[in-house]
């Protein structure tokens, strides 16, 4: 919908005015890290920022979030909660508004789930363009998610004393409204350009083959011996699914009130990679190697996720290799499952 | 402000949308016991509701306070006028809060969900049903549906199997199919006791009793885990082909709503194409038997 320019010293500002109207949240420094938080003063807001343990994904699907609330007290009744706030959301990388993309099909597409389209609704999202890869686990070229081109209300671009930005939807044209901008002239637009065709190359493709094989990979890998490798490493303590911008699982609890008369019922991130996420009341564990589970987890990001949703349900963040204890990273999995497969090709 | 703001088109239409979370409120009007875990509970949904199942679908529970837990319907579509009967076996934390309920109480009811028998498709079929223990729960919403229109269908053989005779399901019932001349039936249990002098063995020991004319057969099937690939092997064995084959598969369908991850078999959401299957359908898959 248009360029448009901001400097940098008038940006805090604009921000300042968001938070009068919206909670605004964004990466800030905190513990050695940086952590999507509520801005309160932007000049916390850290836009040029390596990666952060969660994902934003947290505003729009959080970890604990009440669907209903009843009371119990003879005349038994239940009602939905819609919680939500008119939110922004700024400085997400682009891999995590990939993961926002998929999680938006998820939650639209058959029985639409109404608590995260209230939230998703009611939130704004300003992402950045980011300019250097945030480490080595990152392989965000790999997926294709190392630039967006939609799902963003504004998207911006560090030119050095200024930001460009791009305007993504009539939202966040209105958000514009009361910011210090100027149109972006031609020379704008070249150095635009420049800095995306010098960004390319700073980032490394990190996997041995071309991503849009994945699916098939996947498929011909079911028996790999790689599995029962990862099953004997993987502990099953669920971060990798945990800290994940595409993982949406969940479980949905009751809560009751000391009264006992009131109550709620929550959903919560759950994980597949837990020892009793398919467990059926009987006690029958339908996944019960840890093997199963890891194949199931890789199996769902590159392949059945996809083949749903059309997303892809890895981005190439690398949190979950980040957080692995024992450190099992998505690159080396594929990468491994494709030299096996080579093996399996060559004559 | 945003509210002051268009959406963006694509999430504008799901402002209104109905609450898929939100159960609605059924009262327990009966409830009957079957077996030492076992009971019956008949429920009168709201009028309001627009209710409709096929045998073969499941709704969720919901005991306020406990959690949900998904429950097959275990009556026919054709005796389940705004009335459904949930066969539950106490098991878990919802089936026991169930189980502590009397009739009056309230309980909540989502669904009905996923897929059922496509019983329309067996017309004019021999049906040759095999449920193992709680098994015949499911079962019974399509076997109760065929005897209500049993001209439509050709031979209607059950082959009914539990671990001991206490713990056969639907007692009374069983007793009103075996006086039936146009039912086949043939009970066994794992371990007799004294009053038992029918068969004792495992399922597979009754297929050895009947005789089938296998191209115009559909088998029917549900049970423990442990028993599908026994009861294939028999119906294979009897050259029934595997599109004939129908199973109706138990996982943890915590939301019903194909999103919440616990039921899937591999890449398939059990609450969305199943429970039921034909064995064509997951013979691929390698988590679903």
């Known amino acids: 919908m248009g360029l448009t320019l901001i400097q940098k010293s008038d940006f805090p500002d604009f921000v300042q005015r968001l938070t009068a109207n919206y909670r605004v949240v964004g990466p800030v420094e905190i513990g050695g890290g940086h952590a ?69 099909k998820v939650f ?29 686990q990152s392989f965000c070229k790999s997926m294709g998610t190392l630039t967006i081109d939609e799902g963003y209300d504004l998207h911006i671009t560090d030119l050095g004393d200024t930001y460009a930005i791009d305007i993504g939807t009539i939202r966040g044209k209105e958000l514009l409204r009361s910011a210090k901008t100027r149109p972006a002239l031609q020379k704008d637009i070249e150095q635009l350009n420049s800095v995306l065709s010098e960004k390319w190359p700073r980032f490394p493709y990190r996997l041995d083959f071309d991503v849009s094989d994945l699916p098939s990979l996947l498929s011909l890998s079911m028996k790999s011996p790689l599995w029962t490798e990862l099953g004997e490493r993987c502990l099953g303590c669920a971060s990798c699914t945990i800290v994940c911008p595409t993982c949406f699982c969940f479980d949905i609890q009751d809560e009751i009130e000391l009264d006992l008369q009131h109550g709620s019922r929550v959903r919560v991130w759950d994980s597949c990679q837990l020892d009793q996420f398919a467990t059926v009341a009987g006690g029958h564990n339908f996944r019960k190697k840890r093997s199963i589970r890891q194949r199931h987890r890789f199996l769902r990001k590159g392949k059945y996720i996809l083949e749903a949703h059309q997303y892809l349900g890895c981005v190439g963040c690398g949190r979950c290799a980040r957080a692995c204890l024992v450190k099992i990273s998505p690159v080396s999995v594929f990468n491994e499952l494709n030299r096996q497969q080579e093996i399996v090709k060559t004559p | 402000m945003i509210a002051d703001l268009p959406l963006i088109p694509e999430y504008q239409r799901v402002q209104a949308d109905e609450q898929i979370y939100l159960p609605r409120k059924a009262r327990i009007i009966d409830c009957r016991q079957l077996t030492s875990l076992e009971r019956v509970f008949t429920v009168e949904l709201p009028p309001d509701y627009p209710f409709s199942h096929r045998p073969g679908q499941f709704v969720e529970v919901s005991v306020f306070g406990i959690g949900e837990a998904p429950i097959s319907v275990s009556s026919s579509p054709s005796r389940s006028d705004g009335v459904i009967e949930l066969c539950v076996r106490k098991v878990g934390n919802v089936t026991s809060a ?31 049903f095999a449920p193992g223990g709680l098994g015949l729960a499911p079962l019974r919403s399509l076997f109760n549906q065929v005897l209500d229109e049993r001209a439509l269908y050709g031979r209607v053989i059950l082959l009914y199997g539990a671990r001991t005779p206490a713990e056969l399901l639907f007692k009374d019932e069983l007793k009103l199919w075996q006086a039936r001349p146009d039912v086949e039936m043939l009970l066994t249990v794992d371990r007799g006791d004294e009053s038992w002098t029918g068969n004792v063995g495992v399922i597979t020991t009754l297929f050895r009793h009947i005789s089938i004319y296998p191209r115009n057969t559909i088998a029917v099937t549900c049970g423990p885990p442990v028993m599908y690939r026994f009861v294939l092997m028999e119906l294979f064995g009897r050259g029934i082909s595997e599109g004939n084959i129908y199973l109706s598969l138990e996982r943890r369908m915590k939301c019903g709503v194909g999103k919440c991850g616990h039921c899937q078999i591999n890449h398939v959401y059990t609450c969305q194409s199943g429970p039921v299957f034909s064995y064509a359908e997951i013979k691929g898959l390698e988590e679903a038997l």
């Open chain 1, 108 to 136: 639209s597409t058959g029985q639409v789930d109404p608590h995260y389209i209230h939230r998703r609704n009611q939130t704004l999202i300003v992402s950045v363009e980011c300019l250097t890869p945030c480490d080595e």
């Open chain 1, 36 to 104: 999507f938080r509520d801005i309160i003063d932007p000049s916390t807001l850290r836009l040029n920022y390596p990666t952060t343990i969660l994902p934003p994904k947290k505003y729009l699907l959080p970890q604990r979030e009440t669907l209903l609330e009843f009371n119990d007290g003879g005349d038994e009744d239940a009602w939905a909660v819609m919680d939500g706030e008119p939110t922004v959301m700024i400085g997400v990388h682009t891999c995590d508004l990939h993961a926002i993309l998929l999680l938006n």
């Open chain 2, 98 to 128: 169930l189980h502590r309920m009397r009739s009056g109480a309230t309980i909540g009811i989502r669904g009905p969900f996923g897929r059922g028998f496509p019983y329309e498709k067996f017309r004019g079929k021999d049906l040759l």
